[in-house]
């Protein structure tokens, strides 16, 4: 007897095929192979109890709070604990209960399909696949003080070779901003950043790799756009600006929508949660809802839960850890750690000696959920993930 770790579906399917079990069968123990772990919002006492046992009849089970069962509390939240196979059971049964309990059926279901999701996205003429590789997004600041590499892509001729360079290294996208959000940073209004773009964006026309523009202004992003740019970062999550959402509605492109807490001027003093993923999943499903509402189309949404942007140490590695759980916003998922605080906190080092901890934390994000890597050293990243990717069966 022995354990078996089989993660990748594939290694799953061989071990399957060695025991001789029938093909039709593969996907009905794919759905037994990995426990899922749900958290319900607050519900009364009286339907965490029904889940319960209804939890406990299918095989699965269901964590309440202690005095659920004598009814000393009105209200608990409750943890899931159960395969894919028993939650879908879980939902079948859910749905022959009052309304209370009937209600969390259709949830958990669009929760578990949300889960299973591999979306898909064009950007530039080119098209993504999610979860088939972990992509890499290459930082270009064109900026006198960006925290890491401030003034060093300034002139034009540097920024344009710099953009060449990670295309050739193997950059998937290229993120271009002309406003430092590094902790402190003051704005720099529209017409600065646009007279510092203007040169890089001109002479990279013919680029074959999609540039994003990093800005929270909506003027910076419709004019880049006009100008050729293929997709919008907003920081803010297209909060800053009320245009924003406009901007890229019209334009039908990509977006990535970002979670921060504050402002970089404050946003590092003192940031607290009372629940870090939650607030951050929360934050980022309400950002999506009105990016729709402003008519940007839900499939062009990438959120990030935006490391470093009013997060302490801490709080960075947790986010890293439990990343998956972005998985329940049925989108793709893209995180900047290069570089950043944490790692030079935790090690005691400047920004350029931050690389093997930038690629430690994108090699464990990518394992943890990440589609989409953005950083500074592109070639060191591209050769981190493909290992990487490999090794969990992705990127063959
Ligand atoms: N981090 C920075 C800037 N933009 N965009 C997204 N989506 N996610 C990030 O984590 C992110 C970002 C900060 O890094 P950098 O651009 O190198 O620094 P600065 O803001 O000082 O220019």
Redesign the pocket.
């Known amino acids: 007897m022995r354990i078996l770790s089989l993660e990748c579906r594939a290694d799953l399917e061989r071990e399957l095929e060695r025991v001789g079990v029938d093909a039709a069968a593969w996907s009905i123990f794919a759905g037994k192979n990995r426990l899922l772990t749900v958290k319900l919002g607050k519900v009364s006492v009286a339907t965490a109890n029904m889940v319960k046992q209804l939890a406990l009849t299918v095989g699965a089970d269901c964590a309440v709070h202690r005095s659920a069962i004598s009814g000393r509390v009105r209200q608990t939240e409750a943890v899931l604990f159960g395969t894919r196979r028993q939650l879908e059971r879980l939902a079948q049964r859910l749905q022959e209960q009052p309304e209370c309990a009937a209600r969390l059926a259709p949830m958990l279901l669009e929760l578990l399909a949300r889960t299973e999701q591999v979306p898909e996205l064009v950007v530039g003429g080119r098209r993504f696949r999610f979860g088939s590789r972990t992509y890499v997004m290459g ?1 270009l ?1 064109v ?1 006198p003080d ?4 401030g003034g060093r892509f300034l002139a034009p001729a540097a920024a344009i070779e710099q953009a060449e360079r990670m295309a050739a290294e193997g950059a998937d996208f290229i993120d271009i ?1 002309a406003e ?3 902790p402190g ?1 003051l704005p720099v209004p529209p017409a600065e950043q646009k007279r510092r773009l203007r040169p890089v964006l001109e002479g990279l026309k013919g680029l074959k790799v999609p540039l994003s523009i ?1 800005t929270m202004s909506a003027a910076v992003a419709g004019w880049a756009l006009d100008m050729g740019v293929a997709m919008v ?1 907003d ?1 803010s999550g297209l909060s800053a600006d009320p245009d924003m959402p406009e901007v890229v509605a019209r334009a039908g492109v990509p977006c ?1 929508v ?1 979670h921060m807490k504050g402002r970089p001027r404050t946003m590092q003093k003192n940031p607290v949660y009372s629940d870090l993923m939650a607030e951050i999943v929360d934050w980022l499903r309400a950002a999506v809802r009105r990016a729709v509402q402003a008519g940007i189309s839900e499939d062009r949404i990438i959120v ?1 839960p ?3 942007f009013g997060k302490t140490v801490e709080h960075n590695f947790e986010i890293l850890r439990r990343l998956g759980e972005l998985r329940t916003l049925g989108r793709p998922i ?1 995180v ?1 750690p ?1 570089r950043k605080s944490f790692i030079g906190r935790t090690l005691g080092v400047d920004p350029d000696e931050r690389l093997e901890g930038t690629l430690a934390a994108c090699v464990l994000a990518a394992r943890n959920g990440a589609d989409i890597l ?1 950083v ?1 050293d592109v070639r060191a990243a591209v050769r981190a993930l493909r290992i990487a990717d490999r090794i969990d069966g992705r990127g063959g």
């Open positions: 930082v600041n900026t960006s925290f890491s590499d901003g430092s959000t590094r940073a990093d970062n920081v990535v970002m990030d935006g490391i470093g893209l900047g290069s953005r500074h």
